[in-house]
Nanobody, 122 residues
Framework: QVQLVESGGGLVQPGGSLRLSCAASGSIFSIDAMGWYRQAPGKQRESVAVITNGGSANYADSVKGRFTISRDNAKNTVYLQMNSLKPEDTAVYYC????????????????WGQGTQVTVSS
Protein backbone atom coordinates (compact mmCIF):
# COMPACT_ATOMS: atom_id res chain seq x y z
CA GLN A 1 0.00 0.00 0.00
CA VAL A 2 0.90 3.64 -0.46
CA GLN A 3 -0.16 6.53 1.74
CA LEU A 4 -0.16 10.23 0.88
CA VAL A 5 -0.48 12.60 3.81
CA GLU A 6 -1.12 16.28 3.18
CA SER A 7 -0.61 19.18 5.56
CA GLY A 8 -0.51 22.96 5.57
CA GLY A 9 -4.06 23.98 4.74
CA GLY A 10 -6.01 26.53 6.70
CA LEU A 11 -7.71 29.92 6.72
CA VAL A 12 -5.87 32.88 5.23
CA GLN A 13 -6.81 36.41 4.24
CA PRO A 14 -6.80 37.49 0.58
CA GLY A 15 -3.26 38.30 -0.49
CA GLY A 16 -1.80 35.90 2.03
CA SER A 17 0.31 32.79 1.61
CA LEU A 18 0.18 29.12 2.50
CA ARG A 19 2.50 26.20 1.89
CA LEU A 20 1.08 22.73 1.38
CA SER A 21 3.10 19.56 1.83
CA CYS A 22 2.37 15.98 0.80
CA ALA A 23 4.52 13.06 1.89
CA ALA A 24 4.21 9.66 0.25
CA SER A 25 5.12 6.48 2.08
CA GLY A 26 4.73 2.73 1.75
CA SER A 27 5.95 0.17 -0.74
CA ILE A 28 7.34 2.75 -3.16
CA PHE A 29 10.01 2.00 -5.74
CA SER A 30 9.80 5.37 -7.44
CA ILE A 31 7.36 8.16 -8.21
CA ASP A 32 6.84 9.61 -11.66
CA ALA A 33 4.75 12.80 -11.64
CA MET A 34 3.33 14.37 -8.48
CA GLY A 35 0.68 17.01 -8.47
CA TRP A 36 -1.86 19.11 -6.68
CA TYR A 37 -5.53 19.23 -7.59
CA ARG A 38 -8.40 21.11 -6.03
CA GLN A 39 -12.16 20.88 -5.79
CA ALA A 40 -14.38 23.75 -4.80
CA PRO A 41 -17.99 23.20 -3.65
CA GLY A 42 -20.23 22.39 -6.59
CA LYS A 43 -17.33 22.18 -9.02
CA GLN A 44 -15.29 19.42 -10.59
CA ARG A 45 -11.82 18.57 -9.40
CA GLU A 46 -9.20 20.48 -11.41
CA SER A 47 -5.47 20.29 -11.86
CA VAL A 48 -3.51 23.05 -10.14
CA ALA A 49 0.11 22.08 -10.71
CA VAL A 50 2.05 18.98 -11.70
CA ILE A 51 5.78 18.26 -11.50
CA THR A 52 7.74 15.41 -13.07
CA ASN A 53 10.48 13.51 -11.29
CA GLY A 54 12.91 15.54 -13.37
CA GLY A 55 11.53 18.80 -12.05
CA SER A 56 9.49 20.03 -15.01
CA ALA A 57 6.34 21.78 -13.84
CA ASN A 58 3.03 22.78 -15.37
CA TYR A 59 0.44 25.09 -13.87
CA ALA A 60 -3.18 25.96 -14.38
CA ASP A 61 -3.51 29.39 -15.97
CA SER A 62 -5.41 30.63 -12.93
CA VAL A 63 -2.40 30.10 -10.61
CA LYS A 64 0.56 30.91 -12.86
CA GLY A 65 2.85 33.46 -11.26
CA ARG A 66 1.30 32.93 -7.82
CA PHE A 67 1.83 29.24 -7.02
CA THR A 68 5.05 27.24 -7.13
CA ILE A 69 5.27 23.46 -7.04
CA SER A 70 8.44 21.67 -5.94
CA ARG A 71 9.45 18.23 -4.76
CA ASP A 72 12.07 16.42 -2.74
CA ASN A 73 12.61 13.06 -4.41
CA ALA A 74 14.67 11.71 -1.51
CA LYS A 75 11.71 12.32 0.82
CA ASN A 76 8.96 11.43 -1.70
CA THR A 77 7.42 14.78 -0.85
CA VAL A 78 5.79 17.46 -2.97
CA TYR A 79 5.12 21.04 -1.94
CA LEU A 80 2.86 23.82 -3.16
CA GLN A 81 3.78 27.36 -2.23
CA MET A 82 0.72 29.55 -2.68
CA ASN A 83 1.15 33.32 -2.69
CA SER A 84 -1.24 36.19 -3.39
CA LEU A 85 -4.16 33.97 -2.52
CA LYS A 86 -7.62 34.92 -3.75
CA PRO A 87 -11.08 33.93 -2.50
CA GLU A 88 -11.52 31.85 -5.66
CA ASP A 89 -8.60 29.67 -4.53
CA THR A 90 -10.82 28.34 -1.75
CA ALA A 91 -11.14 24.58 -2.17
CA VAL A 92 -10.08 21.21 -0.87
CA TYR A 93 -6.60 20.54 -2.20
CA TYR A 94 -5.60 16.98 -3.03
CA CYS A 95 -2.16 15.53 -3.60
CA UNK A 96 -1.62 12.95 -6.35
CA UNK A 97 1.32 10.68 -7.06
CA UNK A 98 2.05 8.29 -9.94
CA UNK A 99 3.74 5.49 -8.06
CA UNK A 100 5.74 2.48 -9.14
CA UNK A 101 5.52 0.00 -6.29
CA UNK A 102 8.27 -2.34 -5.22
CA UNK A 103 6.03 -5.30 -6.05
CA UNK A 104 5.64 -4.25 -9.72
CA UNK A 105 7.96 -1.50 -10.96
CA UNK A 106 6.60 -1.69 -14.50
CA UNK A 107 3.14 -0.59 -13.48
CA UNK A 108 2.18 2.98 -12.54
CA UNK A 109 -0.78 3.58 -10.26
CA UNK A 110 -2.34 6.85 -9.17
CA UNK A 111 -2.63 7.48 -5.45
CA TRP A 112 -4.50 10.33 -3.76
CA GLY A 113 -4.24 12.04 -0.43
CA GLN A 114 -7.21 12.69 1.81
CA GLY A 115 -7.34 16.40 0.99
CA THR A 116 -6.66 19.55 2.96
CA GLN A 117 -8.98 22.55 3.14
CA VAL A 118 -7.76 25.95 2.00
CA THR A 119 -10.06 28.88 2.74
CA VAL A 120 -9.27 32.40 1.58
CA SER A 121 -11.50 34.91 3.26
CA SER A 122 -11.39 38.19 5.10
Amino acid sequence: QVQLVESGGGLVQPGGSLRLSCAASGSIFSIDAMGWYRQAPGKQRESVAVITNGGSANYADSVKGRFTISRDNAKNTVYLQMNSLKPEDTAVYYCNAEVRRITNINRVNNWWGQGTQVTVSS
